[in-house]
């Protein structure tokens, strides 16, 4: 069991900012691409933002420009900055690692973001 532990989510309007936190093991931010990924009720879980290896990021479309994925090793901690924020970017974000070797995948528990008009 890997605990991934995010913080950060809330109520907010829209054309604001939110920065949500996950805090996991050292050992696993070592071996492990870490992402953001969200679900919107009634849709599927969908990819955010990750690292891809190499300092690389890979975003979605919809957050392009707006979200920033990174990372503070000191801290043991990978961010999401969420700016200009939309609606449509309500949903429960959850941090993911992806373990490289082995290919397994790891949640946090999931934090609300909820954006109003």
Not at 9 to 24: H, I
Not at 27 to 40: D, T
Not at 66 to 88: G, H, P
């Amino acid at each position: 069991q890997v605990d991934l532990v995010e913080s950060g989510g809330g109520l907010v309007q829209a054309g604001t900012s939110l920065r949500l936190s996950c805090t996991a093991p050292e050992i696993v931010l070592r071996v492990s691409r870490m992402g953001w990924y969200r679900q919107a009720p009634g849709k599927q879980r969908e990819l955010v933002a990750v690292f891809t290896g190499g300092g690389s990021t890979n975003y979605a479309d919809a957050v392009k420009g707006r979200f920033t994925i990174s990372r503070d090793n000191a801290k043991n901690t990978v961010y999401l900055q969420m700016n200009s924020l939309k609606v449509e970017d309500t949903a429960v974000y959850y941090c993911n690692a992806h373990t490289v070797l082995q290919g397994r995948d790891f949640w946090g528990q999931g934090t609300q973001v909820t954006v109003s008009s």
